[in-house]
């Protein structure tokens, strides 16, 4: 029997009925077509189904949709904001943090929880805030900088808007 939920996602209330046994990541990617989510493992290995959920990083294969209900959800595709990027976009382009892309919105979903709670991580604080996070592409340095990169610019102050 399909159930009611309305969440928040990428800043638009979403009420949709759906499967109880449906996961997250196929609500997202099937019913909102917000196929920056990847589905890499179904096993919550790879992390390529990260997204936010509340603030906090989570791997949407293995959280059921009926979970989010009342969450307020953040996809790979709400990160850019009045079409500019978001830092850590603009930093994986920058630092060439990606090669396929595959890992790439999880991997930049787990960075953004990252720098939410830690917005000056050093590089081993950044490589344990990826754990759980595979690239089987990169030996992860270019993944560093990217967030590195992303971090100074979030740090430095705004230049005034001059009148």
Request: net charge negative.
């Given at each position: 029997?399909?159930?009611?939920?309305?969440?928040?996602?990428?800043?638009?209330?979403?009420?949709?009925?759906?499967?109880?046994?449906?996961?997250?990541?196929?609500?997202?990617?099937?019913?909102?077509?917000?196929?920056?989510?990847?589905?890499?493992?179904?096993?919550?290995?790879?992390?390529?189904?990260?997204?936010?959920?509340?603030?906090?990083?989570?791997?949407?294969?293995?959280?059921?949709?009926?979970?989010?209900?009342?969450?307020?959800?953040?996809?790979?595709?709400?990160?850019?904001?009045?079409?500019?990027?978001?830092?850590l976009q603009e930093g994986f382009r920058e630092e060439h943090g990606l090669q396929c892309g595959f890992c790439t919105p999880?991997?930049?979903?787990?960075?953004?929880?990252?720098?939410?709670?830690?917005?000056?991580?050093?590089?081993?604080?950044?490589?344990?805030?990826?754990?759980?996070?595979?690239?089987?592409?990169?030996?992860?340095?270019?993944?560093?900088?990217?967030?590195?990169?992303?971090?100074k610019k979030i740090n430095e102050p705004k230049k005034a808007v001059a009148s």
């Open positions: 029997m399909p159930t009611k939920i309305t969440m928040t996602v990428n800043g638009q209330s979403v009420t949709k009925e759906v499967e109880a046994r449906t996961l997250l990541v196929h609500f997202l990617r099937d019913n909102l077509q917000l196929t920056g989510t990847h589905v890499g493992c179904d096993t919550s290995n790879c992390g390529a189904c990260t997204i936010l959920v509340d603030g906090n990083a989570v791997k949407s294969c293995t959280m059921l949709a009926v979970q989010a209900d009342g969450s307020e959800v953040t996809t790979i595709e709400g990160l850019s904001q009045n079409g500019e990027m978001h830092p999880g991997m930049i979903m787990a960075a953004v929880a990252l720098l939410d709670r830690n917005p000056n991580p050093s590089e081993q604080e950044i490589r344990e805030g990826l754990e759980g996070n595979f690239c089987r592409c990169t030996g992860y340095h270019n993944i560093v900088r990217s967030i590195q990169y992303a971090a």
